[in-house]
């Protein structure tokens, strides 16, 4: 028992940021990643490869345009299939970088510092994502814009008892308060790259972007205000968001979906794959960049002890759709929790608890939660699991209605598919260009760990 406290304390006393640094190394290490280190043929290779699956995603839109949603493999009365699926799922992801930026910001835990920037820019990559997939499912995309509530002549307006414009402006207000967020993150870290930038282009465009800051009293003060503010706005859209992404299953008469704990359950789910979208990007980039030192075995384990509460928070939320299932006596729910178990889907759902519940118990192990290849390899089982409980919560729940007249199957054809992965391509091609133009790490943040950093080492 000593031992284990003892780990426990060491744990918490590792330092945010390794000491040994100044405030000039630490902006030469970070700022010299975008300024002077020269792009690898592994990041050409790797941005080729995701802007090729790009084309693929703008090539498969394309067609659909042409040729219409019967492409993909929705059937009556399975309407919604990978569209809806993958929408929840990106909009899952883009969680975590909210609620390291804002909420943790709120708390004053300063072990954010290193990760939150590109947790940010994460955020607004994959609402990028998932704003497609909305878009393209209406049918008749080209008319998507009369989701919005603009000045319509003909009186055309949209359906505000649906929860699917709920969604319009849920995501829309998330999306924008986030880029906002992130946009004033990095002004000062742009005056930082205009003043050491050598090359005229560059000077310019950062110059522009740093909206004329000089770093003075009454700058930083301008700054702090609106930052803590931005993060008081932000910090309910983490809550509110996927709760209204939930409401277009729970408001619904579907056995599967009409259940009173989607809310916190998605918005749990969402924290969850958000987390393990994080350090499947944290990890790579820390062993690439030579960052050890700045994103340390404390960031590791702090994003693991995240998932692993809150993966027990999407654990209890199976437990009581099961429950609920057979205790509200409602043979519909019944049939579809042993349709779940016992149906043609059961393999994907058996593998969704397997993949959530199951394997990232592991993390309760000290040595694995501090493992890199560990936590990278249960990271990505976690983002195969959630995604596997949006397909199941979707298509299953629809795939046999109230009349057995009304039963079928989904089977997704390639253009789901080229869709769904050109997202992929296209999420990581925007990463692959942000860590090459912009800083991955806030600057002047973690300059303010520094006197933490000394202090720790005495």
Known sequence: MDEQYKMTVDAERAPVIEPGYTFGTVTEKISA????????NGWFVGFGIAFLLTMMLLYSIGYLVLKGIGIWGVTIPIGWGFAIVNFVWWIGIGHAGTLISAILLLLRQSWRNSINRFAEAM???????????PAIHVGRPWLAYWL??????????????????????????????????????????????????????????????????????????RYETAYLLLAGLATPLVLSVHTVVSFDFAVGIVPGWHTTIFPPYFVAGAIYSGFAMVLMLAIPIRKIYGLEDFITERHLQNSAKVMLA????VAYGYGIEAFMGWYSGDRYDAFTLWNRLHGPYAIPYWSLLICNIFIPQVLWIRKLRTSPVALFLVSGVILVGMWLERFIIVVVSLHRDFLTSSWG?????????????GTIGMFLAAIFLFVRLLPMISIFEMRTLLPEAEVKAE
Request: positive net charge; glycine residues 6%; charged residues 10%.
């Open 310 to 313: 809150t993966g027990l928070i």
């Open 33 to 40: 990643i975008v300024l002077t280190r020269p792009a690898s």
């Open 123 to 133: 955020t607004l990559f994959a609402v990028a994502c998932a704003g497609i997939f």
């Open 409 to 421: 199957m989904y089977y997704p054809t390639r253009w789901d598919w080229m869709t769904y992965i």
């Open 148 to 221: 919005f509530p603009y000045p319509s002549t003909m009186g055309v307006w949209p359906q505000f008892r649906s929860p699917l414009m709920w969604d319009v402006f849920a995501v829309s207000t998330y999306a924008t308060i986030s880029a906002l967020f992130w946009f004033i993150g990095l002004i000062p870290d742009m005056a930082t790259l205009r003043d050491r930038a050598t090359h005229p282009a560059a000077r310019i465009a950062y110059g522009m972007l740093s909206m004329g800051w000089r770093g003075s009293a009454r700058h930083w003060h």
